[in-house]
Structure formats: structure tokens, C-alpha cells
DNA sequence: CAATTTATTTTAACTGTCAAAATAAAAATT
DNA sequence: AATTTTTATTTTGACAGTTAAAATAAATTG
């Protein structure tokens, strides 16, 4: 151990921790009352009290400020069943109350929801485009007809819209608002969360999709009873969301959860990024796209779409093409080796592993097993997968 | 989206984060304002208040009780100049009111020091040993010695040693308190911080050296000031650490953070996990000495210490023996390649390098550059480098 | 020495929360 | 049917932590 004369950070002395400045606030109880019984979906008070530990006054406190408000109801259920004493008279929130808009946008299409406030789906829509990258006033354009489109159907009162989240591929900042990069872009570093502001009038947030996926599954899916997992996407890229103790994990810089491009080979494939070895480079749509061009001697004019060539292998793999079947195999050996290394870095309890090429299951199905067993380095560790 | 009827999750209906139990607590008051003076060294209460965005009175209420209890102290400063009013009268830590032993303990060597509740170390102790796996109640007497050394030369009042940490290489529970795999420890699963604490009387936490290394980062390093950042050590293993918001994280399940056992390659080098391609299996002592015998034809039973070994090869490596050369180089580029999937997954403002083969930086120095590089993918990040 | 300036302490009030008592609404018992 | 029991919710008064404002302290300036 050096013994250097502190402080070795210039114009620090003392020791431990340094934050600028320690803002400690807690979440304030009404707000956990609400989200206590949105995750419940319905439920009476004593057990919102019971489930946040906090005595029943208070619950009748803020409960009573919620229903005044309108953004909680009572709901009149059928007593239940043996029970002695005062029914319980259940909550549940008011799903009128509030809506939001959310946008998906993708290459091959974009689609777009409407939900109320109790997480049910109240319109949606979904276009089909070329694969192209535009500007960005053309993907504000297009986001801001999926918007007309989705309000045109729902016919919501007018204000209630309480917001927009748009999720698009690549590099996305999610507290900036900014698109670093994106296969849909034209440009970097755009503003695109301000641009689409101001034309919709509304709060827009963007968000990575692969993180976007990651939040569906916290709030709707598998993730909801888990306080950490981890999200793998395999669509045209390879993408990651990280769940840490119920909250989204962005990576130091806002940035970051790029195991897309994860080195996995010293001087390997190809990727799109320029890069050479990164995971995506052999487990992408895309890797597989120009491994099965030129494997498959597949008319590459005939320029069928990205899913199209990729069924066409997919059949041709399981009819017994060897050439298909390695193509498949070496993606999930790669497959395989990107989940180890999530489960060697994070160790989450949770896998989910989503985006639409999951169809191709049974190629991948054996190897995901065989990432688990390659981790077993470590006594103690379990980790279930769940698929879409 | 496949509108599947909800719930996805049996027994959950609702939507949004299921917490369990949500137990949102705040760190006391007392606790911050202690912390906020160990942090500055020595701070008047004014700054304290604006520290923490408290009012004085606040602040004022909660130094008296620290000064009643001994943990806290006024100094007398001589008046600061061209001060107006009245002067403000700094506080520090008193550092004497408590002390706390700090052991690591690895293959070739322990070192153990006691340090003062201001960070000050007061004694340490080092021995070598033989490099061997031992048994529990082995490592408990050598980890027992060491703290009867320190306490020997401490001659420290009874009753004031508040705790012990204990950092040791391998997959470390820190929660639980127990080691599930060591390289210096025989067996599984071993309750380590439990026997020591039942053998010394005092209460023991472990952790995984890495870990150990971060923390110190964290409190006395370059890390105070950053509220994320990541270290990498390279000693007879490869581990990692991750501050995420002045936290350091344990990944999911408590372990995880094993950047060692990461892959880089398919089928590659065999690592001592016995499985192969992990990042250490390239940079780590025991890989390069592995090809240094071989490819130096260096005679191995005259078995020179690790890092005599090591020295030698540096020393023909310097002196342009190409073979060495390459090995060094060969390491540099898996080094780097690792450093890049850190950064692309966590993106962190700042990656400290630590660990005693640092020493061979010239090796390393440029492939460091050359990671950096690698991940230039996105626009806007820059991660500044120290090393130790 | 009075006026000014800044730091700290005192005071009284305010806030959010809770324990305990009161009230409400049902089933079970008499 | 009236009473008791049981459980849910509301009301009440009290308490703990924090604060704004006033008071006090300790220096410098004019």
C-alpha cells in the first residue's frame, strides 16, 4: 500500500463519500398510497396500510385527498366470503383519470398505444415503412401522425393526455433527451425529445427500446414480482435493460447497457458499428441475414425483406440444411456466451430474453441451458428464463 | 404485442413494480450530518446546513448530541482572513472514539492495518506465507494473528474497536458472510465472517478484494468525488468493482461482478474455473506465467515466486525479447477488450485501474488508449483513467 | 463605542405520522 | 330481535422532527 500524504483528490481532505449535494428525500405517501394500489390493482385500505407500514390513519388521510382528487375510486365488491367483521371496501385507481401515449418506432414499423392510468390499452395503431434513415423532421412527422392517428381512434376528452414516451434503436439519452445514434437517424446527437415537444404540445420522453422493453416488463410482465433482472433483446440489434432494486439501471453516464456491442471475439465479425467482434455481429438480425446470403447462395436481389430471409433459413434449418443449422448454432453458442457474461457481471435472479427472433426457438433453446452451466463457477446461483 | 389477458404474473393482477414490502426509509439526520463533517475533513455548521439543505437549527440540534457522545469535536481554527462576523467555529471527527480493523488477506501475503473514525490508520501489520489453500479454521488463526499484531502495536484503550472487514480474493457472499469459492480457502461455502466473529468477539464482515479495493477508492481515492465509477484489478485474478451513486454494487444476487470470468473468447485459453475463453485466462499472474514457462522455457522447478517470475519476463520483454513481447502484447489487447465491455455496459465517467501488475504499464498503457477507442461507438462519452 | 456582519442558539410553530379511542358495518350468538 | 364479536375505517389528541424567525454571540469596521 502506497502511504501518499492525503488528500489525493485536489481540493478534498476528510474521508468517505463525497456528494455535492446529499439531497435525501423520501418518497412522499400519497404517492406510494397510489402506487401501492396500482400494483395492486384493487385493494382496501387496511392492506395498503399493512403493505407500506404505515398505520391505517394515514392511509385514510391521503386516501381521502386521492379520492377527492379523482385518481382513486372505491369499488363496490361482493363481500367476501366468510368474512366476520366490516367489510373491507376496496380501492382501485381511476383509469379515466389520465392517459398516456406510447410510441415504438423500429425500421421495418412503428407502433403506438394509448393507455389510461391503470396500465389497460385504450387504442393503439401500427404502420408499416422501408427501412430507411431519415431526418429527423421526418420522424417527428411520423411520430406525430401515429399521435393524430391514436387520438382520432380513442376520442378522449380533451387535456387528459398526460404524456408521450417514445422508444427508438441505438444510443439514446434518456435524461438529455437526445438520440446519440439510431439505425433510423440521420445525424447524431439529436434533440429529438425537445423536437417532439414542441410539436406535440406534450411532455415527450425517449428511451432505448431495448430499455423500453425492460420497463414493460417491470411494470407488466415477469419483472413485476422481482426487485433486479435483466432483459436480453435480440431483434436487429442485441440490446439490454437492467433492473436493480425495482428501478431501471441506465449506466453511469446515462448511457451505456450496450451488449450489443460487447466484445466477444478479439478480431471478429464485422458489426455495423465498425467494430469488429461485437456480439451483435453474430447474433443480429442482420449477422444472420449475411451469413445466410452468402451460405445459402440466397438470390440477395430478390431483397426480400429482413424476415422473410430469415423464416426462409429458419425452414431450411429445420428441414436439415447443414449450412442453416450452423448458422443457428453458432448464433446461440455466441447467444450463449453474451448471457454468461450478463450472469457473471450482474448475477440477476431473472433472464428474460424477448424480441421477435425468439420464434427460433428451438436453436436457441439448448444453448441458453448451456450459458447457464457455464457460469456455475459460482456455489449459489440460480437463474430462470422467461421468454416472449 | 400479443394482447395476452393479464395477469402474466399469477397472483398479481394491477400493474406497475411489485415491492414486497415497500420500507422507504431515510437515513437519520444525526447520520448525515456526521458523514457530511467525516466527508469535508473540517466544516463550520453553516455549511453543514447548506451541505445538506437543512437549517442551521437543525444542525445545531443534532452537533450538540454528536458532541455529548464524543463523535464529534470543535477546533479551534485561527480566524479565517478578511472574515466578517462572527466566526464560524469548525467541526471535525473525533477520531480516537473509535477505531476499525481493516485485513486482507490473499495468496502470497495478509496485510492488516486499524485505522481511527477519521480514516487515519494507526497501525498495520503485513506477513508473506506460502502460497496454498488452507482450511477455515486455518485462515481464522492466521486472520486471529494478524489482529492480535495490531492490536499489540496499537496499545488502544479497551472496548474501542468497533468492527472488522475482510477482504479476500474469489466469490464472496457479502450479505451472507460467506465464502463460496477462494483460492487460498479449502471447501465451499464456508461462513467465514461468522467463525471469525465468534473467535475474536467483534462484529466481521467480508467481501470479495475487489470489492475491498473499491471501497477504499470510494472513501479515500480518486473515486470520493464521482458518484459512479468502476475499478478493475489485475493481481493473481481479474476482478472488478461498480460505484453506482456513491454505492458500490453487488450485483443482483450479492455476488456477480466476476469481469474476470467473463468471456472473450469461444473455446478459448482454460481458466483455474476450469472453464474456458474467460478474460483472466489471458491477463491475470497465473496466465501469463503459465506462457512465460512455456514460451521462455524458464525452468519451472526452480519455482521462483509468481512474481519473480513475472519481473523476469518484464525484464526480457523490456530488453526486446519478442516472445515476451507478445505475451505482454497478447494480454494488453484481452485487457483492453475487457475494458471496453465494461465501458459499453456501464458507461462509467470513470475506470480506475488497480492492482500490483500495474507496474508493467508501458504494456499497457497504449492498448488502455486503444480501448478507449473501441467504444467510441457513441457519440459523447470520455472516461478518464487512474492508476494505482 | 456603536454599527455591521456573520454564526449559532432559542423559541414557537408547523408538519406528517401515529396510537388509541370512537365509530361503522357486517356476522355470530343469545 | 337484541346483543356480542369481529374487522374496517375515521376521529382525536399527541408526538417527533424540522423549520422560520427572533434572539444572542462574537468578531470586524467606522
New binding site residues.
Partial sequence: MNRQTRPPVPGLSGCGPYRQHAADT?T???Q?VYESVRSAGQI??????KH?????????????DLLRNGLLQ?VEAP?PP??????????SIRAQAGYVIGLKLSDANHTGVIIDLAGQPVADTSVTRDPCRVSPEEIVNEASDLVAHLLARADLPEGKILGVGLGLPGIVDHAEGVVNWSPILQGQGIQLAQLLTERLKLPVTIDNDANLVTLAELWFGAGRARADFAVVTIEHGVGMGLVVDHQLYRGGGGLGMELGHTKVQLDGALCRCGQRGCLEAYVADYALVREASVALDLDREKASSTGVLLDTLYEQAKAGNQAARMIFRRAGRFLALGLSNVVNLFDPPLVILAGERMRYDYLYAEDVLSAMKSLALSAGRVAPDVEI
Same sequence: chains 1, 2.
Fill in positions: 423520501l412522499p405517501l400519497r406510494r382496501p385500505r387496511v392492506d395498503v396500510a407500506l407500514n404505515v398505520s391505517p390513519a394515514s392511509v385514510t388521510l391521503q386516501v381521502s372505491e363481500p366468510g368474512h366476520r367483521g366490516r367489510p373491507p371496501v376496496a380501492l
